[in-house]
Each structure stands twice: as structure tokens, then as C-alpha cells.
């Protein structure tokens, strides 16, 4: 299966040509993955003691310290967020916990909040002074403090750019905020880059193809290493060909999500970018070109194998939506569709109410390149846990079995590194 054919070479080589430059003008390629490769990597399914066991390893013995280490202070917070405030300057902030009141304290780094900025009950939503930073800690009367920030950075130029952590696992620690960005391709203007090189970025993981890099290279974030992982295992981009419905298109795109998990040069990339995140001793950016499909699936595993929960993996996940879909570059991409295809259709001598009609699928079509949907990701975790039980058994197995080839050790360390202690 390829997700990204030559969709220009079809018969409607008009309104496809200005399909195919505004879909790649929104970004919105997946790669491309070899069937051939995704069939033999598939190992057979575990049995249900292979996979019991599996479930045991992920939620049995040391499910109360995913660490290791001996239990801190634990952290009482269960829902936790920051958020720009409705007026200009401020910040919301809203948390739940079992503490009896909890201080909040702001400041400009992730590494020091110590102005005073409010203060209230142990559930509560504060609007606060956004005037000391966008980094906030939430001092709970009792238990371990957390220290949280905006997660979407709203850049104009890379509107997906997003941080990583900020959620709660099942078993009571929070994904570090600061520690792992996920985005589009970074084609950013001057002003954003300067926000982006503020956040310590020291490994830009780019998640393209050669082409697609060719065709929009990053503005790299100063003090970073930028390093290919080609996760598709191509050269170059396309578009989907063959793709007339709404229901082909979602099909493509699950096959995709599969691909990912279960091509060999997908699975060596992504045990790479994981293995490189836990040794990490800056912030590490990973991307491909709309930072929903490749990147969405990074993310996926990344948050799996820390043990957030899979309803929080699909919301974050989902989120592509309202960052990607919901930009005006993709919004105004899926516009130009629209009348391009409208257009030829008349030119054809079709009827309004047909070239209505016409229209109206392509714009389906692409829709459906362009969102992310929860049959997407569940795709990808479908064929993991059908394989290998659980996320973290996946990613343990060999590669030449079909797994990530992490290592028990690695997985300890993309713990201590991300995860509150």
C-alpha cells in the first residue's frame, strides 16, 4: 500500500493539478510505506497467556512507579490545564485534586515559577497575570507540586506546533511539559522562529522524505541537530490516485496507520526517535509535513508507552483537527478543491446541480487526507494489540520480529526522563 500515489496523473488533470498544489501547499502528505515490507514484518498474534503476560508487564508489577524508583511524594493533581486567557495578557488556569488549597505560581522557564499570581480550593479555575510568563506551578496544600504551560504555541506559520506532555497517566504521574514538541514541517517566519528557539530544542527530528524535505526545508531552531528519519523509507511525495470516495480515502489512510506500525524502516525510525528522546538532555521537536499522520503516531506510541490512557492518546491525537484542519491554510486548500473541481465540471458541460455534486465529493475526499479520525490511530493500535498484547511489549520486541527493539532499560530512562517523579 502506498499513501501517497500520483494522484495528477489522473484523467482530470486540471482540477487535480490545483488539488494536488493546494493539498501540498496545507502540508498534508503521509509518506509512503512498502506492502511487501508491512507483510513480512507482520509476526503472527500472540496467544492469550503471550498476551495476558504482556498486559501483566504494562499493568501489574511496578504500575505504581513506572520509574523504578522507590515512590516520591506523589503529585494529588487529576486533572490539571493552562490555557490563554479570554482577555488579552492573562492565563486560565484549571485543576482538580485532593489537596485542600492549592497556590499558583507563574513564571517565564520551565525551570522557575516564583511570582505569586493566585490562589484557590482544591478543584477551581482561576484567571491569572500572564505578565511573569506562561509557565505556571500548582502548589497543592498537600502532595508534590506540578508544573504545567500553554500547550498549543498558536504560531501562524506552524499553527500544529504543539508541546507533547501535560497529561496525567493512569497511575498518577504527569508527562513532563517542555521536554517534547511535535509539529508541521518548520517553515517559520522570522517572528516564530524566535518564539521556537526560546524553548531549547536541541534534536529536530524531521520525519520526511528527501522530497518533501527538498521541497520545504526547516528552519532548523538555533542550538538544534537536525537529523532525517525518513519514516516512510521513500524518496519522494504524491498524492493519492484511484481515490474517488469519501470511504476509500479513510480506508488509505488506515492502511496508512498500519504501515506505520508495521513496516520495518517505520518501526526502526520510530524505536530511534524514542531511544533518542530518553537520552535527551534538551527538548527534542519531531515532525513531518501537517504533524498529524507520521507524527501523530510518534506521539501515539510516546504516550502509550508512559501510560497515559487511550482515551487521553486519542484526544491528543484528535487535536490535529482543531491545529491542522481547522487552519486557514488547509481550510482555504480545501476551498481551492472545491472550485477547481466545480469549475472543470462546468467546463465539461456538466449541469450546477452536478458539478454540485462533483465537487462536493472531492471536497469529501480530501477531507479525509486532511482530518484525522479515530479509526485512523485505532488502526495502528488495533494491529498492536492483535500482534503483541500491549503498546510497551511491541516496543520491546525485536525488530526483526516486529517490534520497536527498545530495550527494558531504554523504556526506564523515556520514563525518568518524562514522567514527574
Known sequence: MTEAHNRVNSPRTKRAALAATSLLAAGTLLGTFAATDAAA?????????????????ASGKGAGNNTGKPAAKAVPFTAASVTAGSTVGTLKVSWASSATHVSVYAGATAD?????????????????????GNWVRLVPS??????????DLDLAS???????????????????????????????????????????????????????????ADVVPIGAAWEELNISGTQGTGLPSGIDTEAAAEKMMQDGEVSMASSLNARTDFGKLLTQIAGSKG??????????????????????????????????????????????????????IYDATYQAAIAKGATSADATAAAQNEEAVYTAFMKVETSYLDAGLDYVTAHFGTVENYATTPLAH??????RKNLTALRTRMLTS
Request: glycine letters at 12%.
Open 158 to 216: 506552524d499553527p500544529n506546533l504543539r508541546d507533547a506532555g501535560g497529561y496525567r497517566t493512569t497511575d498518577g504521574h504527569w508527562v513532563k511539559m517542555g521536554a517534547v514538541y511535535r509539529s508541521a514541517a518548520l517553515s517559520l517566519t522570522p517572528a516564530d522562529a524566535v518564539v521556537v528557539n526560546t524553548f531549547g530544542i536541541t534534536l529536530d527530528a524531521d520525519l520526511r522524505t528527501p522530497d518533501e524535505v527538498t521541497a520545504a
Open 283 to 336: 527538548a527534542t521537536l519531531y515532525h513531518c509535513s501537517a504533524g498529524k499522520d507520521r507524527t501523530g503516531w510518534a506521539s501515539a506510541l510516546l504516550l502509550s508507552l508512559l501510560g497515559v490512557s487511550k482515551s487521553t492518546v486519542t484526544e491528543d491525537y484528535l487535536l490535529s483537527n482543531t491545529y491542522s484542519f481547522g487552519s486557514a491554510a488547509t481550510q482555504s486548500a480545501l476551498k481551492s
Open 41 to 57: 514484518a507482520a509476526p503472527a498474534p500472540t496467544s492469550g497467556k503471550a498476551s495476558a503476560k504482556a498486559a501483566g508487564n
Open 142 to 151: 498537600t502532595g508534590a507540586p506540578l508544573t504545567l504551560t500553554i500547550r
Open 112 to 132: 522557575a515559577q516564583r511570582t505569586l499570581v493566585g490562589s484557590g480550593a482544591g478543584t477551581a479555575t482561576l484567571t491569572v497575570s500572564g505578565a511573569h
Open 402 to 407: 516486529g517490534g520497536l527493539g527498545l530495550t
